[in-house]
């Protein structure tokens, strides 16, 4: 199977800006998280969707929002970007039905460069 | 915040050596996973141990967990230069059903050939 991808790999924007990353999960997998890590605050769960369902959220602004498609594909969006906004974006999926038992598989990240 | 702190923050072995790397955590929880990453990549689960198990091993990885200090180890045997990366702990603490995991900071191994 083809692992999970992630899109764009890098990306640059200024302050003030929108920015959206995108998840395809492994084939079959129904959940997918997505997670901030930086060197100051380290990893941070963002949120997790299960079918189209937002399940759970992290202690983020409003800024960060995401999505799930039907195809379990899955998109986050960040607006107006900070510069703290910088950082490595990793999303990772599973097959969700048995929470934080479930293996997750990780996508090799989007590095976001905030100017 | 984070839920795990890790010890130490960096450790620097020989090939062949092991190495030990400590979790601890504040909160109850129903399972632990280690999970490994290589210079700023995407992360690679290595093992997870649930709450009712001591210990567990895949290759050359032993983990055990102590729920009574809140505390858990990984200990890989006869290191690798491959096996330089950061290991991070992570609990599933206040996940409910969901997929949610806290990372603790992680330890950077370095291991020299």
């Known amino acids: 199977k083809a692992g999970v991808t992630q899109t764009p790999r890098y990306l640059i924007k200024t302050r003030g800006q929108q920015v959206t990353l995108s998840c395809s999960p492994i084939s079959g997998h129904r959940s997918v998280s997505w997670y901030q890590q930086t060197p100051g605050q380290g990893l941070q769960f963002l949120f997790e969707?299960?079918?189209?369902?937002?399940?759970n959220k992290g202690n983020f602004p409003g800024r960060f929002s995401g999505r799930q498609f039907s195809n379990s594909r899955s998109e986050m969006n960040v607006s107006t970007l900070e510069l703290g906004d910088s950082a490595l974006y990793l999303c990772?999926?599973?097959?969700?039905?048995?929470?934080?038992?479930?293996?997750?598989?990780f996508g090799p990240g989007t590095r976001l460069t905030v100017l | 915040s984070q839920q795990g702190e890790e010890d130490p923050q960096a450790l620097s072995i020989q090939e062949g050596e092991n190495a030990t790397m400590n979790c601890s955590y504040k909160?109850?929880?129903?399972?632990l996973q280690w999970y490994r990453q290589n210079s700023g990549r995407g992360l690679v689960h290595l093992i997870l141990i649930r709450s009712n198990e001591r210990e567990k091993h895949s290759g050359r990885l032993r983990v055990t967990l102590d729920t009574s200090k809140k505390s858990s180890s990984l200990l890989i045997t006869a290191s690798r230069a491959a096996d330089t990366a950061s290991y991070f702990c992570a609990t599933d603490a206040g996940s409910g059903n969901t997929g949610k995991l806290i990372f603790g900071q992680g330890t950077t191994l370095q291991v020299k050939p």
């Open positions: 990772a999926s599973s097959a969700g039905t048995s929470g934080a038992t479930d293996t997750q598989y």
């Open positions: 909160t109850s929880i129903n399972n």
């Open positions: 969707y299960f079918s189209e369902t937002q399940r």
